[in-house]
């Protein structure tokens, strides 16, 4: 198919790319890296973007993002650049997380494969929403086979003073702004460029936990018996979130999705009370710093209390796989502007399968182009056929007023 043609084998690009890092298998007691400042590795150039004229529709993710309808639904995907892909994979098995995603060369093919592949109407940047935690003095890493580790604790008052302001985020962290400045270099005239960050409670949780969580009971003893200490873990990180935010506009980003990756282990009322106070500040300094750039809110596993999502100040909001698209609609109020949100499990069934999956969320959204950005209602799931993206893409395309 023409969407999977430019694909290297990963055999190929593996012989590009020596494994000059190893994994490690176990927790380690200390950090394995520090935030990147190498930029020396040397890789393939990323796949051009051959677009023969700039196409009308190059920016309507962008417009449909600030509440504008449009001609048809655009569509970008959770996760888009991820192992799925055997491009991807000759990476992912060859370097560890944090070599891809802060050596900007690397950073910038990985964001590049998938909208190259199928024709995506946005690209966003490959990174993590952890990563600029070790800007404001919290280490973490990725290990193989676990996923995050935090190292820092901040569940005590010493650790919460302990985290320091933001700052210079081209000194501390300089491989983001050199990567999105590539990307849109890559993509302009042809799609948005997304950058994203973690919203204040979610990042707080990650923190807090140490990691992956079952059940989030760190942060939440924190919420529970030292309210304020919690408080105040929240709006240091919504201040950092936010100005990292706007750090990434001012190097090219034009759409921020907020993650609240965590939202599924938010009660309504802690969400009320903790979350949506915290995710708002973030929401608020992007909107007063760049009140033309659309923000994106997405609660992973709050569709149970859209409700308390209409006034969380963005521009549009995300929704999980949890609620039909109509009934989100419905609960979220016809004048905001949606995206999401089709199961990932989805793209596992048959071509129709998918092609139905994607006619139903855009016919709940209320038709195409009816401020809606198509989405997942989570990421691309690691073992999706490559194929099955291809047919969603394709469908969501077809579908015109």
């Known amino acids: ?20 890092h190893s994994f490690s298998t176990t927790t380690p007691s200390k950090p394995l890296l520090a935030p990147r400042t190498d930029l020396s590795i040397a890789v393939p150039p990323p796949p051009t973007l051959d677009v023969p004229e700039v196409p009308t529709d190059h920016d309507i993710l962008l417009r449909a993002a600030r509440g504008e309808v449009t001609e048809r639904t655009p569509l970008w995907m959770m996760r888009q650049a991820g192992r799925y892909m055997k491009a991807f994979r000759a990476y992912s098995e060859n370097y560890p997380f944090r070599v891809r995603s802060e050596t900007p060369s690397i950073a910038v093919e990985l964001s590049l494969q998938c909208v190259k592949a199928y024709g995506l109407d946005g690209c966003i940047m490959f990174s993590d929403i952890l990563t600029p935690l070790s800007a404001i003095g919290i280490e973490w890493d990725v290990i193989k086979g676990k996923g995050p580790v935090v190292y820092t604790d901040v569940t005590t008052e010493e650790g919460v003073d302990s985290l320091t302001a933001l700052g210079d985020v081209d000194e501390k962290l300089p491989f983001l702004g050199e990567t999105l400045r590539a990307l849109r270099g890559h993509t302009e005239g042809k799609c948005t460029l997304l950058g994203f960050v973690g919203s204040p409670w979610t990042l707080s949780a990650y923190a807090a936990e140490g990691g992956g969580t079952k059940d ?11 309210p304020d200490l919690a408080r105040k873990l929240f709006d240091k990180l919504a201040v950092m979130a936010g100005e990292y935010a706007v750090h990434q506009i001012d190097s090219g980003a034009q759409v921020i999705q907020v993650f609240e990756s965590w939202a599924h282990h938010l009660s309504p009322a802690d969400f009320e009370k903790f979350a949506k106070p915290a995710a708002k500040k973030t929401i608020e300094i992007i909107k007063k710093a760049k009140p033309d750039t659309p923000v994106i809110y997405f609660a992973n596993g709050g569709s149970a209390y859209l409700d308390l999502q209409r006034d969380m100040g963005c521009d549009m909001v995300c929704v999980d796989h949890q609620i039909c698209m109509a009934k989100a609609r419905s609960d979220l109020g016809a004048d905001v502007p949606v995206s999401g949100n089709v199961d990932p499990s989805v793209l596992f069934g048959t071509e129709e399968q998918i092609r139905q999956a994607v006619r139903d969320c855009v016919d709940g959204a209320g038709g195409p182009g009816n401020r809606h950005v198509m989405n997942l209602g989570h990421g691309v799931r690691q073992g999706t056929p490559e194929e099955s993206v291809g047919w969603a893409v394709d469908e969501v395309k077809r579908i015109r007023k």
């Open 1 to 20: 198919m023409k969407f999977l043609a430019f694909l290297l084998s990963a055999t190929l690009v593996s012989t590009l790319l020596p494994s000059l």
């Open 216 to 226: 989030a009971r760190k942060i939440k003893h924190m919420m529970y018996h030292n």
